[in-house]
């Protein structure tokens, strides 16, 4: 199944509060210096901002890191909190006086789930997620997925399962690749990986290896009717040395391993969001420009696929939680292939 983390350079934190009315939480994705990033949103209630500093086009051509954040549009304070721990780390667009941490953000709508409307991320919590965030081997890897962070209040399928936070990563075998007919090979790099993290809290149903799609099965159909409280978000990253435009085309591509894992996806009651990073670490074949296009192909192809897998793991990681505002159990996934 792999992880975010198997990307060298990305650190993972969460901070969350559960109990006394709390059920909500916020996890934080850092990015080493000089990371490049991309987003792409598809979902018709999506609570995001400094989205469009990862415009290809726009100044700052890096990103520092990423913020996920329960509480709707509320829990965007969070992003500050993580901004501030950047700061103190010295890392950020360089600016008289100072850095400025270019920190994109996004939400899930879990407002109430633990019995107070009123509990939800501020700044202080952004700031815990990000000084918790830690890179592969620093960490369980087991207590980074399920009902943490930004997945803590998190619920899915119009509301009747436990969602949650999951991760996955796909490794790029090295070597040779067959180019264009009557075009020399291209030979792939060692060590290219692509690694997601996925919050699950969709109104679709999760779809997983031989399963029919249950989106609009009898059940669901005849069941409650979807609500605006859904959205499902990832990060995708890799060290394939990419720039702001080519990440912003694999956030896009990801997109298809979301529609892939959850049925129906992108609706106008989901905030869908995925964000890209590239930690530049790993560079490939630009010449001829085949070569270029093969590369491109393969990173994002294997995003779509890490994202699948995020997000079926993070369904598969969820446990049962009850509140005073109700009780979710995990969905019936099937066992790991």
């Not at 006086?97 to 994109?104: Q, R």
């Not at 070597?175 to 996925?198: K, N």
């Not at 997983?208 to 099965?217: A, D, M, Q, R, Y």
């Amino acid at each position: 199944m792999g992880s975010l983390l198997d990307v060298p350079g990305i650190r993972v934190g969460h901070a969350q509060r559960v109990g006394d009315g709390w059920l909500t939480g916020v996890t934080a994705v850092l990015a080493p210096p000089g990371s490049a990033g991309g987003v792409d949103v598809r979902g018709g209630g999506p609570g995001t901002s400094e989205t469009d500093a990862l415009d290809p086009s726009t100044l700052a051509q890096n990103v520092d890191g990423v913020a996920l954040c329960g509480g709707s549009a509320y829990g965007l304070a969070a992003a500050a909190g993580v901004q501030q721990f950047l700061e103190s780390e010295g890392q950020g667009f360089a600016v008289l006086g100072g850095v400025v941490p270019i920190v994109p953000a996004a939400v899930i709508f879990d407002l109430g789930r633990g019995g107070d409307f009123a509990k939800r991320p501020d700044t202080a919590m952004g700031f815990e997620a990000a000084a918790a965030a830690v890179p592969a081997g620093e960490a369980d890897d087991g207590a980074l997925r399920g009902c943490v962070g930004a997945g803590t209040g998190a619920v899915f399928s119009r509301g009747r399962y436990k969602g949650g936070v999951g991760m996955s990563s796909v490794s790029i075998p090295a070597g040779p690749m067959q180019g264009p007919p009557g075009a020399p090979e291209v030979v792939l790099p060692e060590g290219l990986v692509v690694g997601a993290l996925a919050v699950v809290n969709a109104a679709g149903t999760p779809v997983f290896p031989g399963e029919p799609p249950t989106g609009l099965s009898p059940t669901v159909v005849g069941g409650a009717a979807p609500s605006s409280a859904n959205t499902t978000l990832a990060v995708v990253a890799t060290n394939a040395a990419l720039t702001p435009a080519e990440c912003k085309r694999m956030a896009t591509a990801a997109q298809a391993g979301l529609a892939r894992a959850l049925d129906p996806s992108h609706t106008l009651v989901d905030g869908d969001t995925v964000f890209a990073l590239s930690t530049r670490a790993v560079e490939f074949e630009r010449e001829p420009d085949f070569a270029r296009q093969l590369g491109l192909f393969v990173v994002q192809t294997a995003g779509a696929e890490a994202v699948r897998l995020a997000i079926l793991d993070a369904v598969r990681s969820a446990t049962a939680v009850t509140t005073p505002a109700g009780s979710w159990e995990p969905y019936p996934a099937p066992p790991a292939g």
